[in-house]
């Protein structure tokens, strides 16, 4: 018996004009998370088979790749009723079941027995092999037979995949990444999607620690699990920082400081052909994410901006932060440059007369050109998950 993992596609099937590329992304980052693992794969335009001697180590690789809705474990036997059979028997015994029930589908029409009392026979073999029962609605266990040319393929445990959309199909954004609980969040939630990823941090020492920034690109390790290839880009902010603080009233440092973020997140974005920008505002959280304050900060960009998380409760976020790992990195107590010097009573609903006011009191064009001109950037490398914790 030769024993397959039949790679379900996720959700592929409302998305036909892309099949093509679906799966061709698809492959490409299943074999980079396979690199180094013994396999073949083959594929056609509705099913993957990946065969291994490692099926278990593969399992656990690819139930980290966005596009696979699930792994199925499959084995391969010869076309004829008693090995069929037998081999059935012999592969329940590593399963715990009750109740179950058996579908076949006889794809090859020259196999003589039709699918119905192939199913029939083949419960009548497991009912008086096992103690346990029939149940067509609601079985512990479907067993699936396929009869095809090339042999009988017989389903037993399906391994739920993550779903989404293979990393890569949209293109790739730029996520604001901070060291807080929201942008990585927001940045798995986009891989999800489709969309890559490179980060953008804005850093500013020395009110900012080399612990903070580690901290990121710690993070930025943490979700590169979904990705392979993530860039993070550090932004030296401190002088454009120091002289918002110098020039702009204390109630709108915060204002605008983000509205600066913006403007260097875009020239980024640009400079490296990167299709929007996503972060982690929420909204309502702060004082800068009320939704005049998104209006008059969001106005500085024309880029589309992304904010996976803006609908999202704080408890909702955090859930997802558990899940992925991000969260106990998220917590630790490092300063980030948002926080620091924060005002006692930030604007909530900012004039933008005002802000282009004190905006103009100093020349931030040769600042935010300066920040997006010495950006230093940490290419990372793919890392299987379980490596990182
Ligand atoms: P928290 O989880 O504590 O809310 P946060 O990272 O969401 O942290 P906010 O002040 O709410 O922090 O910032 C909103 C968004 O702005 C972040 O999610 C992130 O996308 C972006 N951002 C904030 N600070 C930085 C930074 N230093 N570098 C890059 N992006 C940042
Ligand atoms: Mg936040």
Redesign the pocket.
């Known amino acids: 018996m030769e024993k397959l993992l039949l790679i379900k596609y996720g959700e592929l099937t409302t998305k036909k004009g892309n099949r093509k590329m679906f799966i061709k992304i698809l492959v490409r980052n299943i074999e980079a998370i396979l690199e180094g693992e013994d396999y073949t794969l083959h594929y056609d335009r509705v099913r993957m088979y990946i065969e291994s001697p490692n099926t278990t180590s593969i399992i656990e690789r690819l139930v980290k790749v966005f596009g696979i809705h699930s792994i199925v474990e499959c084995f391969k036997v010869n076309t004829n009723m008693e090995e069929i059979a037998s081999s059935l028997v012999e592969l329940l015994k590593e399963v715990p079941f009750q109740t179950f029930k058996v579908e076949t589908k006889r794809a090859d029409k020259d196999f003589p027995i039709p699918s119905m009392e192939c199913s029939r026979k083949l419960g009548g073999v497991i009912l008086k092999n096992y103690d346990c029962k029939v149940d067509v609605h609601h079985p512990d266990l479907t067993l699936k037979v396929e009869i095809r040319k090339e042999g009988t393929f017989l389903y037993i445990r399906e391994n739920p995949g993550i779903g989404g959309y293979p990393v890569g199909i949209q293109g790739k954004g730029l ?9 990585p969040v ?1 940045g798995y939630l986009s891989l999800k999607r489709g969309v890559d990823l490179e ?6 020492p020395p009110h ?1 620690s080399l612990e903070a920034k580690n901290k ?1 690109i710690q993070l930025a390790r943490i979700i590169n699990a979904y990705s392979g290839n993530i860039k993070v880009h550090i ?1 030296p ?1 401190t002088k454009l920082q120091e002289e918002i603080y110098k020039n702009v009233p204390e109630s709108y440092v915060i204002t605008i400081m ?1 509205r600066m ?1 913006y403007r260097i ?1 875009e020239g980024v974005a640009n400079k490296r052909k990167l299709k929007v920008l ?5 909204i309502g ?2 004082a ?2 009320t939704l005049d304050s998104m209006r008059v900060i969001n106005s500085v960009t024309n880029i589309p901006v992304i904010r996976p ?1 803006a609908c999202m409760d ?1 408890l909702e ?1 955090i859930d997802i932060a558990k899940k992925i790992n991000t969260y106990e990195t ?1 917590i630790l107590p490092y300063e ?4 620091i010097f924060l005002p006692k009573h930030p604007v909530i609903n900012p004039e933008l007369g005002k802000c282009i006011e004190y905006e103009n009191r100093f020349d931030y064009a040769s600042l935010v050109e300066e920040c997006i001109n010495h950006i230093e950037t940490i290419s990372l490398k793919k890392q299987i998950i379980d490596d990182l914790l």
Do not use: H, P, W
């Open positions: 996520l604001m990444l901070s060291g807080g609980i929201d942008s927001a980060c953008l941090y804005f850093e500013s900012t990121v932004v902010f983000r973020m997140a996503l972060n982690g505002e929420s959280q702060v800068s994410q998380v704080k976020i998220s980030d440059c948002c926080t």
